[in-house]
């Protein structure tokens, strides 16, 4: 079967509770990774996240001054200097539909409610690393593709036009959240 | 140790009104297979880590109760300020994350019902009793915690804060649907 070498992964951990980054930093170790940098604001992730080129971040929501969201759309900046592209894993003690969507529209890879779990850590990587998506620019996003369903009918807001772009069929960020899986 | 930045090698299509952007996956090289005798399940292993790490916790949730009392004692001190409630409610935020995994999930609710009043109420300093219920009761059930008969009281407690809460959030936003629908809208974490 195929799996993840951690041990070539490097990680970019933001959470400004000492505590959550060390059970943060204790799974990814018995995971297998080696490289875990650690920033306890937005600010310095941002500066961090510059300087290590880190494969993963996964940030908390909710910090004083910068705050993840902040971090994940500065990091989505398609002009910018640094790699808009990596994956970025929310976890969050926010609990809240529409914060998955908030989170979703800031260009977040996946999104993790705690109480977190190994096991939902784990499968979050294991999809940004096995299954990445698409990434789509628009007048007002830049981030991985919204979408994980290829169908026609969506008449929505925000409705794509011009053609029918290739999308892989995955379950929804807010439905993966629920199911914990 | 700092690691230089390549240019990603991207493919864009370009349509009326977006592009899509793929590039060949860069950690597609982390991924490799192995023979069925190489696997060490990974999250048996981080799990195992954990309840190795979990002798900290209880000290842990003091700091963060800590935290929510000295919070709290600004409040009672200075009354309540925009700064000062966002404080309490960073603290009282960390206790809904992290206390399910420190062991204590009636704190974690606990802590829960009292983000959401500071998130939702329209005016806290209507609240401040409900408040000063919801820290003293996170304080306790941190406190009592070893104590067995004081397991099912904990989580009673926990849940009829949680009403009282919700009973007045829902009534004070009934002209708010913004908030309205945040109070009413279940959680999206997973059961058990």
């Known amino acids: 079967m195929y799996i993840i070498d951690f041990n070539k992964l490097r990680f970019l951990v933001c959470d400004d509770n000492a505590h959550m980054r060390r059970i943060?930093?204790?799974?990814?170790?018995?995971?297998?990774?080696?490289?875990?940098?650690?920033?306890?604001?937005?600010?310095?992730?941002?500066?961090?996240?510059?300087?290590?080129?880190?494969?993963?971040?996964?940030?908390?929501?909710?910090?004083?001054?910068?705050?993840?969201?902040?971090?994940?759309?500065?990091?989505?900046?398609?002009e910018g200097l640094g790699n808009p592209y990596a994956p970025i894993i929310m976890l969050t003690g926010h609990s809240e539909k529409r914060r998955v969507m908030v989170a979703r529209d800031?260009?977040?890879?996946?999104?993790?409610?705690?109480?977190?779990?190994?096991?939902?850590?784990?499968?979050?990587?294991?999809?940004?690393?096995?299954?990445?998506?698409?990434?789509?620019?628009?007048?007002?996003?830049?981030?991985?593709?919204?979408?994980?369903?290829?169908?026609?009918?969506?008449?929505?807001?925000?409705?794509?036009?011009?053609g029918k772009a290739e999308i892989m069929q995955q379950p929804s960020l807010l439905e993966k959240t629920r199911s914990g899986s | 140790m700092a690691r230089k930045q390549k240019a990603p090698d991207v493919t864009?299509?370009?349509?009326?009104?977006?592009q899509v952007i793929s590039q060949p996956n860069p950690l597609r090289k982390m991924v490799r297979y192995a023979e069925d005798h190489e696997i060490d399940d990974p999250v048996a292993r981080a799990e195992q880590a954990l309840a190795e790490l979990s002798g900290e916790f209880t000290d842990w949730m003091q700091a963060e109760c800590e935290r929510l009392s000295t919070a709290y004692a600004t409040i009672k001190r200075d009354g309540l300020n925009g700064e000062n409630s966002m404080e309490l409610f960073r603290a009282a935020h960390d206790i809904k994350g992290g206390g399910a995994t420190f062991g204590y999930p009636t704190a974690a609710a606990a802590a829960e019902s009292l983000c959401r009043i500071i998130e939702h109420a329209p005016d806290l300093s209507k609240v401040e009793e409900l408040i000063m219920h919801h820290v003293n009761a996170i304080q306790a059930i941190v406190r009592e915690q070893s104590r067995i008969d004081s397991v099912g009281m904990a989580d009673q407690l926990s849940k009829r804060l949680r009403g009282v809460a919700d009973e007045y959030l829902i009534h004070a936003n009934r002209d708010r649907p913004e908030h309205l629908e945040a109070v009413l809208a279940p959680s999206i974490v997973p059961e058990g």
């Open chain 1, 24 to 78: 943060l930093r204790t799974l990814l170790h018995s995971f297998g990774a080696r490289e875990v940098y650690e920033a306890e604001d937005g600010a310095t992730a941002l500066e961090m996240y510059s300087h290590y080129v880190p494969d993963i971040v996964i940030t908390d929501w909710a910090m004083p001054i910068f705050d993840g969201l902040e971090l994940a759309q500065m990091i989505r900046q398609p």
């Open chain 1, 106 to 162: 800031a260009g977040v890879t996946e999104f993790l409610a705690k109480p977190i779990s190994a096991k939902g850590l784990y499968q979050r990587i294991l999809n940004v690393v096995a299954n990445p998506r698409p990434f789509i620019k628009t007048k007002n996003y830049f981030g991985p593709d919204r979408r994980r369903n290829n169908g026609s009918s969506y008449i929505g807001v925000e409705r794509r036009v011009g």
């Open chain 2, 12 to 18: 864009i299509d370009t349509f009326a009104d977006h």
